[in-house]
């Protein structure tokens, strides 16, 4: 169990997690070892050293929301910690990692790390503990008060003795060689900050990853085996194990130990914490629209035709960005959910579609905006804001909106993107299931077949197989190229 396929380049073979000159395996593997060892007959005694007690008591309040016994998982998940020093929380899009967290660092009580891959999570995180501090501070933990959020990352290097977070990549790059072309000067301070970043690293007590396994190559596992005193770990995912890479997955596994709780999409939908999601599927074929692309491609294809076998990227750019009948249909899905009073996302993979649908969308007569990579966090919030007090009909977001964006409750959702990520699809989806007030507790989600190509239509298929089997989301997936019945709005 502690070995892996690696295909790498020209190189296939097996690799594995045992170190056979220390005669040791990472941490996170000892109960599952321990476990094999019971099964086969061989007498076992899992023995760790002695966690830091937790200095916090059971079951923080970190908010001044009444408590709600539908949220029991999450006090659940930090006694779990507690109870065990590390674990893998798999909690669906929408159950509330943010607040375990802050829950697991009221809990601990020590210095703490929450380490992730983006830097717009990094800062949302950081307003979330700093609330949950300043909340803490004024309920019964004066020693809290004045006490701010370490920051590191995006040009910012704060440390807190109480709550820190940071991004994969800037630690990665702290500790990195020095550049070989470096002035001695720099060498110097390279070499300073880089031991400052492991004093830091060594200090840590809780560790807590946010999807951070989603990072390219080793740089989370690296640090976190530089947490050398973090005696709690958690691993806060709502996909572990879904990474095309099974050595990622093992790296997961080894830093934060196996998963001890799973909240579903059905466990909250169910109890009204998500939104109860509809699904509907159109088919699409290929339109070319041929104004924009003799204007923008002319000079990059031989020709404009899209069929079964054209290549992939081809056949994403024409038979998705530039498919006129596709763009067509998803802003008549945009007018149809205005005429029911719904307020829509659009969701796009590439800049350059978005805008396409922007321009349809303001023709049509829509109130529209825009969010993408470059757009700051101030803008993204600004125009977030205009979706839920309904100054704008339809927001269109590329990626950026996948994860870590405080996303208001919407009451459509278009995929306009394609793909066939589970991850994000499950990130895209979960964007439009926040709870409603004040209306019923459903959101529409509008997807596309694309039969244009091998390729687009594999990912199509792909996509709606992921919703097909998701108890939560199968109930509520509809007949392809049916209605939706908006009736429901009445009677939910």
Known sequence: MLSYEVEAGDWKGTSTMFNWSKNAFP??????VAANLLKAGIKCVHVRKEKAP???KPNPVVNPFPYNPDY???????????????????????????????KAAARIGRMTLFLTTRSVLMFQMAENFQKSIDYRAENGEPWLKGQKVG????????????????????????????PRDASPEKKRYHLKRRELVKRFLSSVSLLILEEAHESSGSNFYDIARLCINADYRLALTATPFMKDSTEANMRLMAVAGRIEIKVTEKYLIDR??????????????????????????????LNFRVGMSTAYQKAYQLGIVYNLGRNEAIVREALMYK??????????????HGQILMEMMKESGLKVDFIYGESNQTTRQAKLSSLAAGRI????????????????????????????????????????LRAKKNQANVCFITDFIDVSNKYLMSHSYERKHIIDTTPGFAEGVLPVGSTFDFTVLNRE
């Open 27 to 32: 941490a996170g593997f000892a109960k599952p």
């Open 393 to 432: 009909d339809v927001l269109i977001g590329s990626t950026i909106l996948d994860v870590g964006v405080d996303v208001p409750s919407v009451g459509a959702v278009i995929l306009g993107g394609g793909g066939k990520a589970e991850v994000e699809m499950r990130q895209r989806v979960g964007r439009g």
């Open 272 to 301: 009204g914490i998500l939104a109860k999601p509809y699904f509907l599927y159109h088919k699409i074929a290929y339109t070319p629209d041929e104004v924009r692309i003799r204007a923008e491609l002319a000079s990059k294809h």
């Open 72 to 102: 029991a998982y999450q006090d659940q998940t930090v006694e779990t910690l507690v109870r065990e020093g590390m674990m893998i929380a798999q909690i669906a899009t929408g159950g509330g990692k943010s607040n375990v967290a802050c």
């Open 151 to 178: 920051v590191i990352g995006s040009g910012e290097f704060q440390v807190s003795r109480h709550i820190n977070v940071a991004t994969v990549q800037t630690l990665a790059s702290f500790l990195e060689e020095p």
């Open 339 to 352: 005429s029911h009073g719904l307020n829509c996302m659009t969701l796009v993979r590439l800049k350059r």
């Open 54 to 56: 937790a200095l916090g």
